[in-house]
């Protein structure tokens, strides 16, 4: 932690307050007991051949989740059929999935569409949320919008109607949608950003479908007159901000543990292979200079994993030290990422890059998550804003 205090842009805690990052008895079981199942049945062979499928991802695995490992209600209230979690045991989660490449979308279902459902009527919540967690619900969370570049501007357009609205606007890069049952949407009312729980059949909603660069599926959502009912609201019309601001933390945060996963599994291919590989009659990790190299990255994945702990636990306080949290660490999260994959890429040397090792697809994934809820520029900005109001 000693070399992240320079560019924390987070208050240090009082000396006398005891952090502690251990994680409770159940949150290891679930760890062990997740990271045992994706070992045994989501291999890097399998998962590649998900991602060249028709389908591209792994509905078996998504039921799994559902019925054998309890994931998908990890977040849901008790009395909705869930388990009554909160965000450390998705970090706990994210973290596994990201040492495993995991395709599936955990992070709009699980976590950010279970967190606005319980804004829903009660109706709608009882209807959704233990559908969800049963696996039978796959949610698209429909925020990002061309040229919004990370904010939280809303041009979508919802006019009132008879007994609800018309959706009318356009949402970018939906990851997952290609799978999505239901999507939430934010939109525009006369009160201002509201969020919309909308089918996937619904009249006038068409999918742009398109692949990522890491092996994802995504797809932009064109809304053309597309009636939602008031009962279809989540939370009070006008009201949303708020609640987008806090899950867009929520969702940077759960990313950072995610990138920590496959940062941890880009050093341990790496010091692996160095021990392997050899040069000169030697292995090339006993170098002095691949050592360093290797220190470095260890270094930086060290001080990712510490500020993705505090910044998931400044989650539940008040919303300006819950924003530096999470900025702070996905400013850094996402520069490690940088960092540790090319180092891993280049001491990989030529097999760094080929589709059949597993360490440039890893690369990947941590590129592509420097790019969700917010980039390096974005959140350095961002620290800056909060920490010098004045400046903003």
């Keep these: 932690m000693a070399g992240a205090e320079q560019n924390d842009c987070v208050s240090s805690p009082p000396r006398s307050q005891h952090v502690d990052f251990r994680f409770s008895e159940e949150q290891a079981m679930l760890r062990d007991t997740l990271a045992r199942y994706l070992s045994d049945h989501y291999t890097f062979d399998a998962r590649q ?5 028709a389908a591209g991802w792994r509905p078996d695995c998504w039921r799994a989740f559902a019925r054998d490992l309890g994931l998908l209600g990890i977040g849901i209230p008790e009395r909705f059929g869930g388990l009554g979690g909160g965000i450390i045991d998705h970090i706990v989660v994210m973290e596994q999935f990201g040492r495993h490449l995991v395709l599936e979308p955990y992070l709009g279902t699980a ?9 829903a009527n009660e109706t709608l919540a009882a209807e959704a949320l233990p559908a969800i967690a049963a696996g039978e619900l796959v949610v698209g969370w429909a925020h990002a919008e061309p040229e919004s570049r990370y904010g939280m501007m809303v041009r979508t357009r919802a006019d009132a109607a008879a007994g609800g609205y018309r959706l009318h606007g356009r949402k970018a890069l939906v990851t997952g949608a290609p799978w999505a049952t239901h999507f939430i949407v934010s939109a525009n009312t006369e009160a201002g950003p509201t969020l919309f729980w909308v089918e996937r059949t619904a009249p006038g909603l068409t999918l742009i479908e398109a692949p990522t660069f890491d092996g994802g599926r995504t797809a932009d959502l064109i809304l053309t007159d597309v009636p939602v009912s008031a009962a279809q609201v989540l939370g009070m019309p006008g009201g949303a901000l708020p ?25 341990e291919n790496t010091i692996e292979y160095a021990r392997q590989r050899q040069q000169f009659g030697q292995a090339i990790g006993s170098f002095q200079a691949l050592q360093h190299r290797m220190a470095d990255m260890y270094m930086l994945h060290e001080q990712a994993v510490a500020l993705t702990q505090v910044a998931a636990m400044r989650l539940a306080g008040e919303p300006h030290e819950r924003a530096l949290g999470a900025s702070t660490a996905k400013a850094h999260v996402d520069e490690a990422g940088r960092r540790i994959g090319q180092g891993a890429v280049q001491i990989h040397g030529g097999m760094g890059v080929t589709e059949e090792t597993a360490v440039g697809h890893y690369f990947k994934r941590v590129t592509a998550i420097g790019l969700q809820f917010g980039n390096v520029a974005y959140h350095l900005r961002r620290c800056v804003d909060l920490r010098y109001p004045a400046n903003a």
Excluded at 49 to 53: K, L, M, N, P, R
Excluded at 111 to 119: G, H, K, M, P
Excluded at 243 to 267: K, N
Aim: glycine letters at 6%; proline letters at 0%; charged letters at 15%.
């Design 111 to 119: 976590i950010l569409a279970v967190d606005a459902l319980q804004y």
């Design 49 to 53: 051949a998900a991602v060249h499928s």
């Design 243 to 267: 609640l987008l601001e806090q899950l867009g933390d929520t969702a940077a945060v759960a990313l950072c543990a995610e990138a920590t996963g496959a940062t941890a599994r880009m050093l």
